[in-house]
């Protein structure tokens, strides 16, 4: 069975950084490249960053560049997401997902998505 479980998630204060991690079992991992969005209260889910399948080619949004950055461990079928320099407006629940074809930076057509983990950004 295909699982997405992220974890690392947690309350931090502004300026402050966390490490997210997805860890992938149940399909072919370094067949799919990934992503990572996120979804605030009362807002639609966004693209945060992507990175294709060896981890050669990497995505960040508008929102996030200079501060989040993406990889991956093959061998441990494990996507991370560095947040530095949090920002109130991270607020949101991060989810990972997965996809064997397409643009990483499309909300559509992935196939596999995580539970996703809470951040709260707050003094």
């Known amino acids: 069975q295909v699982q997405l479980v992220e974890s690392g998630g947690g309350l931090a204060q502004p300026g402050g950084s966390l490490r997210l991690s997805c860890a992938a079992s149940g399909f072919i991992f370094s067949g799919y490249a990934m992503g990572w969005f996120r979804q605030a209260s009362g807002k639609e889910r966004e693209f945060v960053a992507g990175i294709g399948m060896s981890g050669g080619t990497t995505y960040i949004a508008d929102s996030a560049k200079g501060r989040f950055t993406i990889s991956r461990d093959n061998a441990k079928n494990t996507v991370y997401l560095q947040m530095d320099s949090l920002k109130p407006e991270d607020t949101a629940v991060y989810y990972c997902?997965?996809?064997?074809?397409?643009?990483?930076?499309?909300?559509?057509?992935?196939?596999?998505w995580g539970q996703g983990t809470q951040v709260t950004v707050s003094s």
């Open positions: 997902a997965a996809r064997d074809w397409g643009p990483v930076r499309a909300t559509w057509g992935y196939n596999y």
